[in-house]
């Protein structure tokens, strides 16, 4: 079995058993050991995986690091994690700050079971990074990411390989995530940018809030348009006709309006629902819409089969599950504690198939 098959098999398990694990060591035993696994080590093989790791570091003596990775006798990397439905901070990585310095590791993982944080010392020599270089996300991966990965298996490991991708990994995913930032909400200096290669006059603050509306509209624009053309050029190839609608694919994205933005926090909801309810029904049945004051989730793409709503523009989220039509608001901390409520999920989706 290659890795993408072994890592979807695990993926496709955990919406089934998130709901049940409540503690930090639940999360090591059902999530972070079976993907240590799937790379190819040996978990139960001390000379491979070394649970509760400890080397002591100056003044702090007896603390560990959840595993420590071997390769022919040497620790190659270190793993600290923690409990599923805890989002993660760089806080969190103290130990792999401490320990990093005193073993010969270069890499270490910062992981909650689900997402999972590559770091390095890429900045600073036997220093680790404060952001890391990778990111993997097990229920919301590309391919490529499958062959970043796998460079991290027991088979491929390679210390120099996997360093000469790292700082253009890491840079590569800083400036994807300031671009996304910047298409959400654009920023001043964003909008001057382009407002300043196009308008002739004086840049003033009345002008550069025009501007910001143009560049979202823009960005709608740009969006529905090279959708579209890559849905025209997959409908021309397929003769069959099977193919999924331009009309239903575009509502997936977002409304042409400039006055509604589509979160990442809402795409990860989203996600996160298709993955929840990908046993109980056709995930391309499921279509996101998104409104101002709510991201709806539908079945058919059908305003009258909700299936949930993503509050996500206060403080304090709520995802509204429904049931005979009526919306019931539960109070959530965190996108991932969606996975809670899987089980009314499903119930949506059995009411309305029955």
């Not at 840079?171 to 290669?197: C, D, H, N, W």
């Not at 969006?223 to 193919?243: F, H, Q, V, W």
Request: proline share 3%; aromatic share 10%; net charge negative.
């Amino acid at each position: 079995m290659d890795l993408i098959d072994r890592v979807k098999d695990l993926s496709s398990k955990i919406p089934k058993q998130i709901g049940h694990i409540q503690t930090e060591e639940a999360t090591k035993n059902a999530f972070v050991m079976p993907f240590i696994s799937s790379l190819g080590y040996d978990v139960f093989n001390p000379l491979e995986v070394i649970p509760e790791f400890t080397a002591d570091t100056g003044s702090k003596k007896g603390e560990k690091v959840d595993y420590a990775i071997k390769k022919n006798n040497d620790i190659i990397i270190l793993v600290e994690c923690k409990w599923c439905g805890s989002d993660l901070h760089i806080n969190h990585a103290s130990q792999l700050y401490r320990y990093f310095s005193v073993t010969e590791a270069r890499f270490s993982i910062l992981t909650n079971g689900i997402n999972y944080e590559f770091y390095s010392d890429i900045d600073e020599p036997n220093k680790m990074d404060s952001k890391p270089f990778f990111e993997f996300n097990i229920l919301h991966f590309e391919d490529h990411q499958i062959n970043e990965l796998k460079k991290f298996t027991k088979s491929a490991f390679s210390l120099d390989d996997i360093l000469t991708t790292a700082s253009t990994l890491k840079y590569t995913g800083a400036i994807k995530k300031i671009l996304e930032e910047e298409l959400q909400s654009p920023s001043e200096p964003f909008v001057r940018f382009f407002a300043s290669q196009i308008y002739d006059g004086r840049l003033t603050q009345q002008v550069i809030e025009q501007f910001t509306q143009i560049v979202k509209e823009a960005r709608n624009q740009f969006i529905s348009e090279r959708l579209n053309e890559r849905l025209k050029s997959a409908l021309a190839a397929n003769d069959s006709g099977s193919a999924p609608s331009i009309e239903q694919n575009a509502s997936e994205v977002e409304h042409d309006n400039s006055e509604i933005v589509t979160t990442q926090e809402e795409y990860d909801g989203y996600n996160i629902v298709k993955a929840i309810l990908r046993e109980a029904v056709d995930v391309k049945r499921i279509a996101m819409r998104d409104a101002k004051s709510y991201c709806a989730v539908l079945l058919d793409d059908n305003n009258r089969k909700p299936i949930c709503r993503l509050h996500f523009n206060y403080s304090q989220k709520y995802l509204g599950v429904f049931s005979n039509k009526n919306e019931e608001r539960l109070e959530i901390d965190s996108v991932d504690d969606i996975f809670k409520h899987a089980d009314r999920l499903k119930s949506v989706i059995q009411e309305y198939d029955s």
